[in-house]
């Protein structure tokens, strides 16, 4: 099965986000992977547009993906949506063992797309954060650019 965009009957709303980010000089190209888990690296993550493209892109795909977030941007009622988009809020200012967390997250449900942004911040940065890779490791699941 083939499952790039351009062979899918797009909803109506799928519709709308592709011409949006065709309006916007985006093309979507290549083909979402037929798994039911994976973990996405968003690189670089250079702005708080690239949430807005983002959003835009798996609306335009209709593929229902997780994110990690800063816990601030959780405040309400913002946080009631960023959480029903699937938004996972993150503290952090301490030491949670949340590569953990979610390698039992992975465990736990049958299907999981996460999209992890590996530099931590939106600052221009010298390396990665490892975060993303080890939750890979430990839960068993590729890693997608």
């Not at 709308?16 to 979402?32: A, D, E, M, P, R």
């Amino acid at each position: 099965m083939d499952n790039s965009i351009s062979n899918q009957k797009l909803t109506f709303l799928q519709r709308v986000f592709s011409k949006l980010l065709s309006i916007l000089g985006w093309t979507i190209v290549g083909q979402i992977p037929e798994l039911q888990k994976y973990l996405v690296v968003g690189a670089p993550h250079t702005s708080n547009w690239d949430f807005i493209y983002f959003v835009m892109y798996i609306n335009a795909v209709g593929l229902k993906v997780g994110f990690i977030g800063k816990d601030s941007a959780f405040w309400w009622p913002m946080g009631l949506i960023l959480k029903k988009m699937g938004g996972i809020p993150v503290n952090r200012r301490s030491r949670n063992n949340f590569v953990e967390q979610i390698i039992d997250t992975y465990h736990q449900r049958s299907s999981l797309i996460l999209l992890i942004t590996p530099e931590g911040t939106r600052k221009k940065t010298e390396y990665w954060k490892s975060g993303f890779y080890y939750i890979a490791h430990g839960a068993h699941i590729p890693i997608i650019l």
